[in-house]
T-cell receptor
Framework: DQQVKQNSPSLSVQEGRISILNCDYT??????FLWYKKYPAEGPTFLIS?????DKNEDGRFTVFLNKSAKHLSLHIVPSQPGDSAVYFC????????????FGDGTTLTVKP | NAGVMQNPRHLVRRRGQEARLRCSPM?????VYWYRQLPEEGLKFMVY????????ESGMPKERFSAEFPKEGPSILRIQQVVRGDSAAYFC??????????????FGPGTRLTVL
């Protein structure tokens, strides 16, 4: 049973447009969510996080939205740049298991010049 | 300031051999996490350690796998009698102990294990 799901394996957008990456979770105990970016042959790099007490967190071009009732979060990248092309992982944690991140399978984003 | 270091980057073993994967956390980090990534999948949590303590090993297979984080030296993930299904990328991450429960994890570049 996969508790964190990223249903789109891939996404392609034009440079300058918005990229929206989606993530759904099933475990209602999750209360902290993270997005990581991963280039080939490298480890994931932390991008942005959000606590369940918020519904939005913004950091430059990256904004994460959380809809607790729908158990859904999304990462918006505006404007998208070719250097954003990477695999994006959504991850979730609970206070009772802090440090134990549950990852989705990732979405490969391609930003075309 | 070096990041999380993992070695070797690539490891090839024959079935039945042992694999030892090493992870040196970032300076000042006392928490280490190991994840495994199978092809076309996300990272799967394996184990969470602090110095000389295993905090959570709920993701570790019950047999053949062990992990340690000694007082001195790197964290070691040990896989005995490897099988082809152990072929994967193994990532180590570290974090600092802060007041909040959730601390950003910094990942190493991974070790790609291939079992022939």
């Amino acid at each position: 049973d996969q508790q964190v799901k990223q249903n789109s394996p891939s996404l392609s957008v034009q440079e300058g447009r918005i990229s929206i990456l989606n993530c759904d979770y099933t475990n209602s105990m999750f209360d902290y969510f993270l997005w990581y970016k991963k280039y080939p042959a490298e480890g994931p790099t932390f991008l942005i996080s959000i606590s369940s007490i918020k519904d939005k967190n913004e950091d430059g071009r990256f904004t994460v939205f959380l809809n607790k009732s729908a158990k859904h979060l999304s990462l918006h990248i505006v404007p998208s740049q070719p250097g954003d092309s990477a695999v994006y992982f959504c991850a979730a944690e609970s206070n009772t298991n802090a440090g134990k991140s549950t990852f989705g399978d990732g979405t490969t984003l391609t930003v075309k010049p | 300031n070096a990041g999380v270091m993992q070695n070797p980057r690539h490891l090839v073993r024959r079935r039945g051999q042992e694999a030892r994967l090493r992870c040196s956390p970032m300076k000042g980090h006392s928490h280490v996490y190991w994840y495994r990534q199978l092809p076309e999948e996300g990272l799967k949590f394996m184990v969470y350690l602090q110095k000389e303590n295993i905090i959570d090993e709920s993701g570790m297979p019950k047999e053949r796998f062990s992990a340690e984080f000694p007082k001195e030296g790197p964290s070691i993930l040990r896989i005995q009698q490897v099988v082809r299904g152990d072929s994967a990328a193994y990532f180590c991450a570290s974090s600092v102990q802060r007041g909040s429960l959730h601390n950003e994890q910094f990942f190493g570049p991974g070790t790609r294990l291939t079992v022939l």
